[in-house]
């Protein structure tokens, strides 16, 4: 019985094709726009969440100015009192539970390499850096103490950047200029891939902090402090230990407020991933209000379909329909035409959201659950928005009914 | 008793349409009974209440006032749903307009009836293949209407009527959309399933000639029974 008005209305909207599409179009849309926006959302999510893992675990990053939350002048202010050797100094000499400190300063840069050249991060730093950030190099050796200290023109770079430069050569032992003074390159970094913002995190060149200082930046400011915590403590109590150390060395009297700001980038994280979570929510309901105008335009086009067929429903109900029956057949033919049209939409989000994953370069995500979800939530509104016109077929007086032209 | 025994009985039956000043009697308290196996025509100038009576014979309708017993069954005093459940068991429709369904095959068509009583769809098909045979229609199950005359369309519908085997048909005005030669082989085809089936069947014509099909004409005139003769009788 189900499944012969299953078929009934499968022919009836086949008999109606461009007026059953047209229907459909707001349950299509609806869907699709719902299954791309939690696939690419939940593709967002997990990148961002692997970027910052990328950046470094438990992290803290230290930066000059005030925290901006506490709504004073934020990092462009010229009043702000950079970070110095001797703040990195003191941390490294008082820090307890940090795997490792590293001071880091950075900066655009045009970096050349024969006729190539390329602008690039360059960052002014020490080996403790890559410990800091879990950077690891795919060959050649870290900066030793020594050129750190005397800052020696050498250098690491990034894949992108090797790319540029070498092709399919290997760089070590090559002498690239940046900014006007050369640099030997000493080894490659391990490639981390685009942050979700686009940025492309191998597109960089480091080098020791002193030479940084003094043939980049022409001053001896520390733009950052990457304090790196130990397994066994977690960085929201590491956080009060910097701080501390910080207000210390720079002599911030206890009625001020701090001159610098402490970052936590598990914190970020999981900030940044709600965010993401609020933000495809959001547009999630966006897309509800177009399932709800489909609703709408379904029952519009189950009264017409009803008005059509009044003669019809008289026959049947003459016939011995009861009024159930009527009442499942439009019922029936509403919930197929939405679902169907669910059915589009969820190949055509799953189609959008597989083009969106690989423009970002986020993983296409597809959630089984979404899927379902979808495929419910569209039967649903059939059902909804059917049953009023389903309602009033059923109702018909079937003298009235057979009498209508 | 004999009135009991009726398969259809219509005591003092008023129906009434519209309020106060506009009010129409359409049945005047009209007292009738049918029995089982009857061929009765229904006739009467136009507005005198025939199809009134024949949607109340037919469960389609219930009467304002009075009573309208089918099978000792006080079914004007039944809901919808149990007077379609009444048509579905025990009467087919036969009506002017054929009223098939559109770009649906003769066999669907006959087939429907069989569906609202849940039959499974291999007894659908033989049933329906028989009755099409029954209306002489072998050759014609996978038409629609549309590629149908208006003659066996009729038939279609008949077969429709008589797929459930009711106990009752109820035709109004079956001939009005034919020409002479199809009218006579339609009443020839009512008259057999009449006669080899015991069907009771009551009809509304305008035609003397289709009435004296019948063994039984009642004349309606202004929703009252003018007269009522049987050809026994008269003979
Ligand atoms: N739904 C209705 N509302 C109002 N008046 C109605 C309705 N149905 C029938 N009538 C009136 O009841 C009277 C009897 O109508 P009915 O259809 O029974 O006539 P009939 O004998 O079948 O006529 P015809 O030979 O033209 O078919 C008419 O006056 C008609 O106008
Ligand atoms: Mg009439």
């Known amino acids: 019985m189900i499944w012969e008005t299953v078929r009934l209305s499968l022919r009836s909207i086949r008999r109606n094709v461009l007026r059953s599409f047209l229907t459909l179009l707001g349950i299509v849309i609806g869907v699709a726009a719902v299954i791309a926006m939690l696939t690419i959302g939940s593709g967002t999510t997990a990148k961002v969440k692997s970027d910052i893992a990328k950046l470094g675990s438990n992290l803290l990053v230290v930066r000059p100015g005030r925290p901006a939350s506490t709504g004073g002048p934020g990092g462009l202010d010229q009043a702000v009192r950079p970070l110095a050797d001797k703040d990195v100094a003191a941390l490294v000499a008082h ?38 950030r879990d950077w690891k190099l795919v060959s050649g050796r870290p900066f030793s103490d020594s050129e750190t200290r005397s800052g020696t023109g050498v250098c690491l770079i990034g894949e992108t950047v090797r790319q540029q430069f070498f092709g399919a050569g290997e760089p070590d032992g090559e002498i690239i200029r940046v900014n006007r003074t050369s640099c030997k390159i000493i080894g490659l970094l391990e490639p981390k891939g685009y ?6 995190q191998d597109n960089v060149v480091l080098m020791p902090l002193a030479a940084y200082q003094r043939r980049i930046a022409g001053n001896r400011d520390i733009d950052n402090i990457y304090v790196a915590a130990d397994d066994r403590t977690p960085t929201t109590e590491l956080q009060p230990r910097v701080e501390d150390i910080l207000r210390d060395t720079r002599r911030i009297t206890p009625d001020r407020e701090d001159d610098f700001s402490i970052r936590d980038m598990t914190q970020i994280a999981d900030a940044m991933a709600s965010a993401t979570t609020t933000m495809t929510g959001m547009l999630g309901a966006v897309a509800g209000v177009s399932l709800l105008v489909g609703g709408i335009g379904i029952m519009n086009i189950m009264l017409v379909s009803v008005t059509e067929r009044t003669r019809e429903i008289g026959i049947r109900l003459a016939i011995g329909a009861h009024e159930k029956h009527i009442l499942i057949q439009f019922l029936v033919e509403a919930t197929v035409l939405s679902l169907l049209g669910g059915i589009i939409g969820i190949l055509i989000g799953l189609a959008l959201a597989g083009l969106a994953s690989a ?6 995500a597809p959630s089984p659950a979404v899927i379902l979800l979808a495929v419910g939530f569209s039967a649903l509104i059939g059902m909804v928005f059917g049953f009023f016109p389903a309602l009033r077929g059923a109702r018909l007086d079937p003298i009235d009914a057979l009498r209508h032209e | 008793m004999a009135a009991n025994a009726a398969l259809i009985g219509f005591d003092t039956v008023w129906k009434s349409y519209g309020q106060g000043e506009a009010k129409v009697h359409a049945l005047a308290g009209v007292d009738l009974a049918i029995q089982r196996g009857e061929f009765v025509a229904i006739m009467g100038p136009s507005g005198s209440g025939k199809s009134t009576a024949m949607n109340i014979i037919g469960c389609l309708d219930t009467p304002t006032a009075g009573t309208y017993s089918f099978m000792g069954i006080d079914a004007g005093r039944l809901d919808r749903n149990r007077r379609a459940l009444l048509r579905n068991l025990y009467i087919g429709f036969v009506f002017q307009g054929y009223n098939l369904l559109p770009r649906t095959t003769a066999a669907e068509n006959v087939e429907l009836p069989l569906i609202y009583r849940g039959a499974p769809a291999r007894e659908r098909r033989d049933l329906a293949m028989q009755a099409l045979a029954e209306v002489g229609l072998v050759g014609r199950e996978h038409h629609t209407p549309a590629e149908l005359s208006g003659g066996q369309q009729q038939r279609v ?3 429709r009527a008589i797929v459930t085997r009711p ?38 014509t305008h035609e003397a000639d289709v009435a004296d099909y019948a063994e039984r004409t009642i004349r309606f005139l202004d929703g009252h029974v003018a007269s009522d003769s049987s050809k026994l009788e008269v003979a």
């Open chain 2, 167 to 204: 106990t009752l048909l109820v035709a109004d005005e079956p001939t009005g959309n034919l020409d002479t030669a199809r009218t006579h082989e339609i009443m020839e085809l009512l008259t057999r399933l009449n006669r080899d089936l015991g069907l009771t069947i009551a009809m509304v």
């Open chain 1, 359 to 364: 423009a970002l370069t986020i993983p296409f």
């Open chain 1, 195 to 200: 942050t979700g913002f686009g940025q492309d």
């Open chain 2, 157 to 159: 519908a008949i077969a």
């Open chain 1, 95 to 132: 820090l307890t539970g940090a795997r490792a400190i590293a001071p880091a300063s950075q900066k655009q840069v045009r970096v050349i390499f024969g006729t190539e050249s390329l602008t690039s991060g360059v960052t002014g730093t020490d080996s403790a850096y890559l410990d800091a």
